[in-house]
């Protein structure tokens, strides 16, 4: 079998967890791991054949595990492995071993080159191939082939003569609670090796044609004293400085003759030198007027030369030695090797492909036990004192550097909604205790003008979410992306447009639509029965499908539990066909796969989730009728225990996952200690026993809903606010304690924001609006109480109005922001600087010239002689 051969088998041997290996820690389930994940980026887990059977349709196999290119090349190195193909068949050992070497060709060779080494899983039952890129000139060359997008450098903008522009300063940084600085936002752009060669080739270039100019003016400044206080001087100095990547060599070149004249103790160089500087940035400021009042209210010329050596030196500007130097690129961070990886391997594997035929369990990123301690040690504590602490932005960074942005996104999404929730919530507290020195109605006018203060603040929530991710897509380089990003596998372009893909997408519209049509003709079928039923309650039906008798009254009973049941029959079916549609439906990319599978499933969550409040709201007074505030009061108790259930429900995920890894951990270990194995268990081995990341679709929708409910019921029961606010305190820490110790690490996909979601919060929002005023015209006494007609005005007016103020609190928070606007132009002209041809020498093909007879000197300002013509 594979891996079981002598050469492989020494092999796998030597590669075996050492024991004398020092470090180790404990996993939550209490075991003793060898850290073995030292720089390795993923891990491939290989199955293991357990017998010799024959491998059905191994030609199919090899096209959906390998690209044409690969079968090709095969093909040509090995033709007797082919003709066995077809002649004989071939066991499901020999082909997993053919299939294995070829991996290893490929990963380590010179399309790739990773490095490569596997050990058995804990019980042998599987192999752990690890892959790394640690070379840098194979990722040099990786990147420039993928065009991976990679930002800029902030030196690089100050090589260019340019600032590299922040973000908007916080208002803890604007009030003096925050110290650190803003920051930096540079400019993505497709990595290219020879454009880097050439950006450092040309700032080495002008930094020596500014030191050469300088010895020039320095030299022509001493000869002539009379002559520096002419006008003269002046267009010398605008024409030194006309250029912002030539002002910034000069200027940086006259910086270090100032500090080699000072060191060499060189007086008199030093003060001519120091008067051209003066003089030069005099220049400058003619162009920058707040910069020269600045100057202007400096008492002294020491301070003035100090400010602007300030400005010019290091570190608040580059050295000469760095102009020289300077990489256009930032080094690539982890987050990008892994994705030259993954990208690099869907060139010639199709790694879904391989798991379909059973030739791998998964394939999946290594924890880094030294990150995982960092994130766990804050950002992932469930001490009590870390799940009080305040849901800022101090852990974003980190969490998409790690886990990526799709990660990265949906803890920005929940801990920007805790954030917001702290004022609502507090304000909930108000409401709730206000019973105790208000009198009835004025509780309720007190909770009337809550629900129009939480309208207006979903709105706000809305508009300033975008305008947080549009900050946050700057910074990660994912402005663009979804339409940037690689297509997936399974994409298929010659069905582009066709009638197969239009029916395929339009059929799961169209059952979408028809599930929720079910759910509600069910429910109202099954209503209208039970108004009928209540009406007569005490005749007698017969069910003949179920061989049973009873009295309406308890049919009536029996609704309610079928209502339920349809309820949860149809979510269950939606889950199983819609996530299979959506694969039929020929998407690009991810991200435009996963938008069209949250747009139909939050439609049909919105009718299982909402429908059970809505009927208590709306429609159980005119089936059952509701004495006084019945409704009402179980309406508020049904959205406690809605709020309760769900954190109890994400603790208790985390707990099965937490109790089935220990259980495989467990089994495993017993088997291995029957076996007298004394093989060390290392951490790589225990990250392939933990469960994999399933995505983020149910995460969202608990959130999502949670934010219906607060918004859309805050008339009823405010304090439903307190309760989101402490759950999404709880479930923010507990999401991330799964992240880091329960779960594997997911794969790094990009995401720009956080995709249909957006779309989802602003439907939320008008909902909101429209709920809030139908219950109180339609749920709360006295307005309850009314003519239909002047219930159905007040309904109308109430609703626009409400509608009016949320429209206008979303245009009153532009998206981007007017510093994002900022950021994203000084980036268009920093791209437009690099980009217009002075980084890269173009050797183009020499052209030609003619004129017609008798026209060679003819040119503009030449007369016009028609005589000739």
């Keep these: 079998g594979p891996m079981v051969s002598e050469d492989l088998g020494r092999e796998l041997q030597r590669l075996l967890p050492d024991e004398d290996l020092e470090s180790s820690h404990k996993t939550i389930l209490g075991a003793t791991v060898v850290d073995d994940d030292a720089d390795w980026h993923f891990v491939m887990v290989w199955r293991r054949p357990k017998s010799n059977a024959v491998m059905p349709n191994p030609a199919e196999a090899l096209s959906a595990i390998f690209t044409p290119r690969v079968l090709e090349v095969w093909l040509l190195e090995d033709p007797e492995f082919f003709d066995r193909l077809q002649d004989c068949p071939i066991s499901t050992a020999e082909f997993l071993d053919a299939v294995w070497r070829k991996a290893i060709d490929i990963m380590t060779g010179d399309q790739c080159g990773f490095q490569v080494a596997w050990k058995p899983a804990l019980g042998s039952e599987q192999v752990l191939l690890m ?63 020879s454009r880097n060669e050439s950006f ?32 003269h001087r002046r267009t010398n100095l605008r024409r030194q400085l006309q250029f912002c990547d030539m002002r910034a060599a000069t200027m940086v070149a006259l910086v270090a003759k100032m500090n080699e004249a000072k060191g060499r103790r060189e007086f008199t160089r030093l003060l001519l030198l120091r008067e051209i500087f003066t003089d ?10 707040d910069r020269a009042w600045q100057m202007r209210s400096l008492p002294s010329d020491d301070e003035r030369l100090a400010a602007r050596l300030s400005r010019w030196s290091p570190p608040s500007f580059v050295s000469a030695e760095e102009y020289a130097t300077t990489d256009l690129y930032a080094a690539f961070s982890e987050l990008d090797l892994m994705r030259m990886i993954w990208q690099r391997l869907a060139k010639f594997m199709n790694l879904t492909g391989m798991e379909r035929h059973a030739i791998i ?107 947080a991710t549009t900050t946050s897509n700057l910074l990660w380089g994912m402005i663009g992306y979804s339409d940037e990003a690689l297509p997936r596998a399974a994409y298929r ?66 609704g309610v539990y079928l209502i339920t049941a349809n309820i949860k029959v149809m979510n269950l079916a939606w889950g199983l066909i819609s996530p299979w549609l959506a694969e039929q439906e020929n998407w690009r990319t991810d991200q435009m796969l996963k938008d069209q599978q949250v747009k139909k499933c939050f439609l049909v969550k919105f009718v299982v989730y909402y429908y059970p409040f809505f009927y208590l709201a709306f429609i159980r007074d005119f089936v059952e009728g509701c004495e006084g505030q019945e409704c009402i ?17 994400v603790i208790a995920q985390i707990l099965v996952q937490v109790g089935m890894t220990f259980w495989n951990e467990f089994s495993l270990r017993k088997k291995m200690d029957a076996l007298s194995s004394a093989r060390n268990y290392t951490y790589v081995q225990a990250q392939a026993l933990r469960p994999p990341y399933a995505g983020d679709m149910d995460d969202y929708m608990e959130l999502f809903v949670s934010l219906g409910f607060v918004t859309m019921f805050s008339t009823v029961y405010p304090f439903i606010a307190f309760l989101a606010l402490a759950s999404n305190m709880i479930e923010l820490r507990v999401l991330a304690f799964r992240m880091c110790r329960v779960l594997r690490r997911p794969m790094p996909r990009g995401q720009e924001g956080i995709g249909a979601w957006m779309q989802i919060m602003q439907v939320v929002t008008y909902l909101s609006c429209v709920t809030t ?66 980084c890269v020498v173009m050797h183009a093909r020499s052209g030609s010239r003619a004129c017609l007879k008798g026209c060679q000197h003819l040119s503009p300002a030449s007369p016009l002689d028609t005589s000739s013509l």
């Design 200 to 231: 450092r080739k040309h700032a080495a270039k002008r930094l020596q044609q500014a030191n050469k100019a300088l010895e020039e003016l320095v030299q022509d400044w001493g000869r002539d004293a009379v002559r520096r206080k002419t006008i």
């Design 361 to 467: 369990e998964s394939f999946f990123p290594i924890h880094h036990q030294a990150e995982v301690q960092r994130l766990a040690s804050a950002w992932a504590s469930l001490r009590p004192l870390a799940l009080l602490q305040w849901p800022g932005d101090q852990h974003n960074a980190a969490v998409r550097d790690y886990y990526g942005e799709e990660v990265a996104f949906f803890f920005h999404w929940l801990t920007y909604k805790t954030r917001s929730l702290i004022l609502p919530g507090l304000l909930s507290l108000v409401c709730f205790c206000s019973k105790l020195f208000l009198s009835q109605d004025g509780v309720q006018t007190l909770r009337n003008g809550y629900a129009i203060f939480m309208c207006g603040w979903v709105a706000y929530l809305t508009s300033s979410y975008a305008q």
């Design 131 to 193: 892959i790394k890129l640690r070379s840098t000139e194979t990722a040099i060359q990786i990147a420039d082939r993928l065009r991976l997008n990679v930002p800029l450098t902030p030196k690089s903008y100050q090589v260019k003569g340019l600032e590299c522009p922040r973000t908007a300063a916080c208002w803890s940084q604007k009030w003096g609670f925050d110290r650190t600085t803003q920051t930096y936002a540079p400019a993505y752009l497709p990595y290219e090796h």
């Design 633 to 649: 009061h179980e309406l508020r108790v049904n959205l406690t225990v809605f709020i309760l259930t769900h954190i109890v429900t």
């Design 493 to 558: 372009p010659e069905l582009r447009g066709s009638p197969r893909e239009t029916v395929l997408r339009l059929g799961h519209w169209a059952l979408a639509v028809g599930f929720v049509a079910q759910t509600v003709t069910t429910a109202s079928l099954i209503t209208s029965f039970r108004i009928y039923a209540l009406d007569h309650r005490d005749a007698q039906i017969k069910l003949t499908l179920l061989g049973l008798e009873m009295e309406y009254s308890t049919a009536a009973e029996w």
């Design 773 to 838: 005023v139908a219950i109180v015209v339609f749920a709360l006494r006295p307005l309850k109480e009314m003519h239909s007609a002047q219930k159905t005005l007040y309904f109308v007016v109430g609703e626009h109005l409400m509608l009016a103020m949320a429209f206008l609190f979303a245009r009153s928070l532009p998206n981007p922001s007017v510093a994002d606007e900022l950021v994203l132009e000084r980036n268009q002209e920093a791209t437009e600087e690099i980009l217009r041809g002075d």
């Design 280 to 289: 030069m940035n005099e220049v400058l400021e003619e162009r920058d007027p």
